[in-house]
Protein backbone atom coordinates (compact mmCIF):
# COMPACT_ATOMS: atom_id res chain seq x y z
CA UNK A 1 0.00 0.00 0.00
CA UNK A 2 2.95 2.38 -0.44
CA UNK A 3 1.11 3.68 -3.37
CA UNK A 4 -1.24 5.21 -1.38
CA UNK A 5 1.67 7.67 -0.18
CA UNK A 6 1.28 9.28 -3.68
CA UNK A 7 -2.09 10.50 -3.24
CA UNK A 8 -2.06 14.22 -2.66
CA UNK A 9 -3.64 15.40 0.44
CA UNK A 10 -6.24 18.05 0.53
CA UNK A 11 -5.54 21.70 2.25
CA UNK A 12 -7.35 22.28 5.22
CA UNK A 13 -8.86 25.94 6.77
CA UNK A 14 -6.31 28.56 6.25
CA UNK A 15 -5.55 30.30 9.32
CA UNK A 16 -4.57 33.97 9.35
CA UNK A 17 -0.83 34.01 9.27
CA UNK A 18 -0.25 37.63 11.29
CA UNK A 19 3.39 37.60 10.18
CA UNK A 20 2.33 37.41 6.27
CA UNK A 21 -0.45 40.30 6.93
CA UNK A 22 2.00 42.97 8.76
CA UNK A 23 4.19 41.90 6.11
CA UNK A 24 1.58 42.79 3.03
CA UNK A 25 0.57 45.93 5.33
CA UNK A 26 4.05 47.15 5.74
CA UNK A 27 4.73 46.98 1.23
CA UNK A 28 1.75 48.11 0.59
CA UNK A 29 2.63 51.21 2.70
CA UNK A 30 5.98 51.23 1.63
CA UNK A 31 5.76 51.46 -1.93
CA UNK A 32 3.12 54.30 -1.96
CA UNK A 33 5.63 56.09 -0.21
CA UNK A 34 8.27 54.88 -2.26
CA UNK A 35 6.79 55.90 -5.04
CA UNK A 36 5.89 59.31 -3.45
CA UNK A 37 9.14 60.43 -2.98
CA UNK A 38 10.44 59.35 -6.50
CA UNK A 39 7.54 61.71 -7.56
CA UNK A 40 8.15 64.87 -5.57
CA UNK A 41 12.63 64.22 -5.72
CA UNK A 42 12.38 64.27 -9.72
CA UNK A 43 9.18 66.72 -9.78
CA UNK A 44 7.48 64.02 -12.24
CA UNK A 45 4.09 66.15 -10.83
CA UNK A 46 2.62 68.43 -12.13
CA UNK A 47 4.95 68.43 -15.22
CA UNK A 48 2.94 64.28 -15.93
CA UNK A 49 -0.46 64.67 -14.83
CA UNK A 50 -1.11 61.39 -14.94
CA UNK A 51 1.47 60.16 -13.08
CA UNK A 52 -0.30 58.60 -10.29
CA UNK A 53 -0.87 55.57 -12.95
CA UNK A 54 2.00 54.36 -11.53
CA UNK A 55 0.85 53.74 -8.07
CA UNK A 56 -1.36 50.85 -10.00
CA UNK A 57 1.70 48.62 -10.15
CA UNK A 58 2.10 47.90 -6.55
CA UNK A 59 -1.17 47.15 -6.32
CA UNK A 60 -1.80 44.69 -8.81
CA UNK A 61 1.70 43.14 -7.74
CA UNK A 62 0.32 43.12 -4.06
CA UNK A 63 -3.23 41.50 -5.13
CA UNK A 64 -1.92 39.12 -7.18
CA UNK A 65 0.54 37.48 -4.86
CA UNK A 66 -0.87 38.37 -1.00
CA UNK A 67 -4.79 39.40 -2.29
CA UNK A 68 -7.01 42.28 -2.27
CA UNK A 69 -5.95 43.62 1.65
CA UNK A 70 -2.89 44.75 0.34
CA UNK A 71 -3.88 46.73 -3.13
CA UNK A 72 -6.51 48.15 -0.79
CA UNK A 73 -3.94 49.43 1.54
CA UNK A 74 -1.82 50.85 -1.36
CA UNK A 75 -4.67 52.42 -2.98
CA UNK A 76 -5.17 53.91 -0.28
CA UNK A 77 -2.46 54.99 1.08
CA UNK A 78 -1.10 56.29 -2.33
CA UNK A 79 -4.28 58.35 -2.49
CA UNK A 80 -3.37 60.66 0.89
CA UNK A 81 0.02 60.32 0.53
CA UNK A 82 -0.46 61.87 -3.32
CA UNK A 83 -2.81 64.57 -2.05
CA UNK A 84 -0.42 65.69 1.93
CA UNK A 85 2.62 65.59 -0.20
CA UNK A 86 2.43 66.57 -4.00
CA UNK A 87 -0.77 68.46 -4.24
CA UNK A 88 -0.59 72.11 -3.28
CA UNK A 89 -1.32 73.15 -0.64
CA UNK A 90 1.63 70.74 0.26
CA UNK A 91 1.57 69.37 3.71
CA UNK A 92 -2.36 69.16 4.25
CA UNK A 93 -5.13 67.17 3.17
CA UNK A 94 -6.89 69.67 1.71
CA UNK A 95 -7.46 70.31 -1.88
CA UNK A 96 -8.13 73.84 -3.32
CA UNK A 97 -8.65 73.11 -7.17
CA UNK A 98 -11.83 71.07 -7.91
CA UNK A 99 -9.52 69.17 -11.02
CA UNK A 100 -7.36 67.99 -8.28
CA UNK A 101 -10.22 66.37 -6.29
CA UNK A 102 -11.36 64.90 -9.42
CA UNK A 103 -8.12 63.40 -10.68
CA UNK A 104 -7.36 61.65 -7.05
CA UNK A 105 -11.39 60.56 -7.00
CA UNK A 106 -10.75 58.86 -10.28
CA UNK A 107 -7.58 57.87 -9.41
CA UNK A 108 -8.52 55.72 -5.88
CA UNK A 109 -11.42 54.50 -7.66
CA UNK A 110 -9.25 52.80 -10.94
CA UNK A 111 -7.17 51.62 -7.75
CA UNK A 112 -9.62 49.41 -6.30
CA UNK A 113 -11.43 48.48 -9.29
CA UNK A 114 -8.23 46.84 -10.74
CA UNK A 115 -7.73 45.61 -6.94
CA UNK A 116 -10.86 43.87 -7.24
CA UNK A 117 -9.96 42.38 -10.29
CA UNK A 118 -6.59 41.11 -9.65
CA UNK A 119 -7.95 39.41 -6.93
CA UNK A 120 -10.93 38.54 -8.97
CA UNK A 121 -8.07 36.61 -11.37
CA UNK A 122 -6.14 35.30 -8.45
CA UNK A 123 -9.61 33.21 -6.23
CA UNK A 124 -9.87 31.85 -10.30
CA UNK A 125 -6.57 30.94 -10.58
CA UNK A 126 -6.79 28.98 -7.03
CA UNK A 127 -9.84 27.19 -8.01
CA UNK A 128 -8.18 26.04 -11.09
CA UNK A 129 -5.37 24.40 -9.24
CA UNK A 130 -7.80 22.94 -6.43
CA UNK A 131 -9.65 21.25 -9.65
CA UNK A 132 -6.67 19.75 -10.93
CA UNK A 133 -5.90 18.87 -7.95
CA UNK A 134 -8.93 17.01 -7.87
CA UNK A 135 -9.33 15.45 -10.54
CA UNK A 136 -5.74 14.06 -9.84
CA UNK A 137 -6.46 12.53 -6.35
CA UNK A 138 -9.68 10.92 -8.46
CA UNK A 139 -7.07 9.45 -10.53
CA UNK A 140 -4.62 8.26 -8.51
CA UNK A 141 -7.28 6.36 -6.24
CA UNK A 142 -9.10 4.55 -9.19
CA UNK A 143 -5.63 3.54 -10.87
CA UNK A 144 -4.66 2.30 -7.55
CA UNK A 145 -7.92 0.32 -6.88
CA UNK A 146 -7.44 -1.48 -10.29
CA UNK A 147 -4.26 -2.71 -9.45
CA UNK A 148 -5.50 -4.63 -6.83
CA UNK A 149 -7.11 -8.01 -7.30
CA UNK A 150 -8.92 -8.68 -3.95
CA UNK A 151 -12.05 -6.89 -2.85
CA UNK A 152 -10.42 -7.07 0.66
CA UNK A 153 -7.01 -4.91 -0.80
CA UNK A 154 -9.73 -2.38 -3.14
CA UNK A 155 -11.90 -1.58 -0.44
CA UNK A 156 -8.59 -1.04 2.02
CA UNK A 157 -7.31 1.50 -0.70
CA UNK A 158 -10.40 3.19 -0.41
CA UNK A 159 -10.42 3.57 3.16
CA UNK A 160 -6.75 4.63 3.54
CA UNK A 161 -7.36 7.60 0.37
CA UNK A 162 -10.21 8.89 2.44
CA UNK A 163 -8.23 8.96 5.41
CA UNK A 164 -5.06 10.27 3.79
CA UNK A 165 -7.03 12.91 1.50
CA UNK A 166 -9.16 14.09 4.12
CA UNK A 167 -6.95 14.33 7.00
CA UNK A 168 -6.89 18.03 7.24
CA UNK A 169 -10.65 18.24 7.48
CA UNK A 170 -9.97 16.22 10.79
CA UNK A 171 -10.86 13.01 9.85
CA UNK A 172 -9.03 10.78 12.58
CA UNK A 173 -10.20 7.46 11.13
CA UNK A 174 -12.27 5.57 8.62
CA UNK A 175 -13.79 2.58 8.51
CA UNK A 176 -16.21 0.73 5.53
CA UNK A 177 -19.32 -1.70 6.87
CA UNK A 178 -20.72 -3.71 4.32
CA UNK A 179 -24.16 -6.00 4.70
CA UNK A 180 -23.68 -9.33 4.70
CA UNK A 181 -26.30 -11.87 3.41
CA UNK A 182 -28.54 -11.59 5.92
CA UNK A 183 -28.53 -7.22 5.65
CA UNK A 184 -26.42 -7.03 8.74
CA UNK A 185 -23.41 -4.90 8.66
CA UNK A 186 -20.12 -5.43 10.04
CA UNK A 187 -16.68 -3.38 9.54
CA UNK A 188 -15.29 -4.82 6.34
CA UNK A 189 -11.88 -2.94 6.08
CA UNK A 190 -10.94 0.46 8.18
CA UNK A 191 -7.93 2.97 7.36
CA UNK A 192 -5.60 1.20 10.02
CA UNK A 193 -6.00 -2.15 8.02
CA UNK A 194 -7.34 -3.71 11.33
CA UNK A 195 -10.43 -3.91 12.08
CA UNK A 196 -9.96 -4.23 15.57
CA UNK A 197 -8.55 -1.18 15.78
CA UNK A 198 -12.10 0.55 15.48
CA UNK A 199 -14.90 -1.81 17.23
CA UNK A 200 -17.93 -0.27 17.19
CA UNK A 201 -20.34 -0.45 19.87
CA UNK A 202 -24.08 -1.91 19.60
CA UNK A 203 -25.40 1.42 19.61
CA UNK A 204 -23.32 2.61 16.61
CA UNK A 205 -23.50 -0.68 14.58
CA UNK A 206 -27.57 0.44 15.07
CA UNK A 207 -27.13 3.69 13.67
CA UNK A 208 -25.36 2.82 10.84
CA UNK A 209 -27.87 -0.61 10.31
CA UNK A 210 -30.03 3.19 10.04
CA UNK A 211 -28.45 4.72 7.76
CA UNK A 212 -28.18 1.38 5.26
CA UNK A 213 -31.82 1.30 6.09
CA UNK A 214 -32.83 4.98 5.15
CA UNK A 215 -29.99 6.40 3.27
CA UNK A 216 -29.39 9.75 4.99
CA UNK A 217 -26.32 10.69 7.85
CA UNK A 218 -26.32 10.58 11.18
CA UNK A 219 -23.49 11.06 14.09
CA UNK A 220 -22.68 10.49 17.70
CA UNK A 221 -20.59 12.44 19.58
CA UNK A 222 -18.84 10.63 22.58
CA UNK A 223 -17.23 12.77 25.56
CA UNK A 224 -14.33 11.79 27.46
CA UNK A 225 -15.35 9.34 30.39
CA UNK A 226 -16.45 10.77 33.32
CA UNK A 227 -18.08 9.88 37.00
CA UNK A 228 -19.51 12.43 40.20
CA UNK A 229 -17.67 12.42 43.47
CA UNK A 230 -19.64 11.99 46.66
CA UNK A 231 -20.14 16.05 45.91
CA UNK A 232 -22.01 15.47 42.86
CA UNK A 233 -19.19 16.99 40.93
CA UNK A 234 -18.46 15.59 37.79
CA UNK A 235 -15.03 14.90 36.98
CA UNK A 236 -13.27 13.30 33.68
CA UNK A 237 -11.38 9.81 34.34
CA UNK A 238 -8.68 11.13 30.99
CA UNK A 239 -8.48 14.17 29.33
CA UNK A 240 -9.28 14.60 25.66
CA UNK A 241 -11.51 15.75 22.90
CA UNK A 242 -15.33 15.14 21.69
CA UNK A 243 -15.25 12.50 19.21
CA UNK A 244 -17.56 12.51 16.69
CA UNK A 245 -18.56 9.69 14.64
CA UNK A 246 -20.50 9.86 11.66
CA UNK A 247 -21.88 7.45 8.96
CA UNK A 248 -22.59 8.04 5.72
CA UNK A 249 -24.62 6.34 3.38
CA UNK A 250 -22.51 5.18 -0.39
CA UNK A 251 -24.93 4.77 -3.19
CA UNK A 252 -24.46 3.75 -5.86
CA UNK A 253 -27.92 5.19 -8.05
CA UNK A 254 -30.35 5.11 -5.40
CA UNK A 255 -29.20 2.23 -3.60
CA UNK A 256 -26.87 2.44 -0.45
CA UNK A 257 -24.09 -0.08 -1.39
CA UNK A 258 -21.87 0.42 2.09
CA UNK A 259 -21.56 2.68 5.03
CA UNK A 260 -18.42 5.06 5.81
CA UNK A 261 -18.05 5.45 9.27
CA UNK A 262 -15.79 8.29 10.50
CA UNK A 263 -14.05 9.60 13.50
CA UNK A 264 -13.59 13.26 13.99
CA UNK A 265 -11.50 14.98 15.84
CA UNK A 266 -11.34 18.82 15.66
CA UNK A 267 -13.10 19.00 12.51
CA UNK A 268 -12.68 21.86 9.78
CA UNK A 269 -15.74 24.40 10.24
CA UNK A 270 -18.11 23.45 7.40
CA UNK A 271 -17.36 19.73 8.47
CA UNK A 272 -18.34 20.31 12.25
CA UNK A 273 -21.87 18.79 12.23
CA UNK A 274 -24.41 17.11 9.53
CA UNK A 275 -26.43 20.43 9.55
CA UNK A 276 -23.21 22.73 8.69
CA UNK A 277 -22.41 20.09 6.13
CA UNK A 278 -26.32 20.40 4.82
CA UNK A 279 -25.61 24.87 5.49
CA UNK A 280 -22.36 24.60 2.83
CA UNK A 281 -24.08 22.74 0.04
CA UNK A 282 -26.12 25.56 -0.41
CA UNK A 283 -23.47 28.08 -1.66
CA UNK A 284 -22.00 27.99 -4.48
CA UNK A 285 -18.08 26.52 -5.23
CA UNK A 286 -18.95 24.83 -1.52
CA UNK A 287 -15.68 22.72 -0.64
CA UNK A 288 -18.04 19.47 -0.08
CA UNK A 289 -18.56 18.74 -3.59
CA UNK A 290 -15.00 17.18 -4.27
CA UNK A 291 -16.01 14.72 -0.98
CA UNK A 292 -19.29 14.02 -2.09
CA UNK A 293 -17.54 13.08 -5.57
CA UNK A 294 -15.31 11.03 -4.28
CA UNK A 295 -17.95 8.85 -1.96
CA UNK A 296 -20.08 8.48 -5.21
CA UNK A 297 -16.69 7.26 -6.84
CA UNK A 298 -16.37 4.86 -3.90
CA UNK A 299 -19.59 3.60 -4.00
CA UNK A 300 -19.49 2.84 -7.57
CA UNK A 301 -15.74 1.10 -7.09
CA UNK A 302 -17.33 -1.44 -4.40
CA UNK A 303 -20.29 -1.97 -6.52
CA UNK A 304 -18.14 -3.03 -9.75
CA UNK A 305 -16.02 -5.06 -6.96
CA UNK A 306 -19.24 -6.52 -5.76
CA UNK A 307 -19.70 -7.50 -9.55
CA UNK A 308 -16.68 -8.78 -9.79
CA UNK A 309 -16.88 -10.98 -6.99
CA UNK A 310 -19.68 -12.85 -7.65
CA UNK A 311 -18.80 -13.16 -11.74
CA UNK A 312 -15.55 -14.57 -9.93
CA UNK A 313 -18.09 -17.06 -7.93
CA UNK A 314 -19.84 -17.96 -10.78
CA UNK A 315 -16.89 -18.72 -12.78
CA UNK A 316 -15.55 -20.71 -10.46
CA UNK A 317 -18.54 -22.49 -9.79
Known sequence: MQEIERIPTLEGATRIQWRRVFVEIALAIGSALLITWLIDIYQFYPHIPNISIVYLLPVLLLAVTFGRLGAIVTAVTAFLAFDFFLVPPFYTFTIDRPEDWIALIIFLI?????????EVMRQRSEEARLRAQEARILYEVVRIVNLQEQLEDQLAVIALAIRRVFAHWGIAECALLLPDEQGNLSVHIDSSMDVDDMKLSPEELATALSVLQQGDMREMRIAPAAEADNAGVTYYKQMGSVTTT?????????????????HLQHPVSWFTSIASMQEEQQRSNNRLEFFQTFLEEAASLIERAHLRAVVHAKRAS
Open 246 to 262: RFLPLKAGEQVTAVLCL
Open 110 to 118: TALLTSQLA
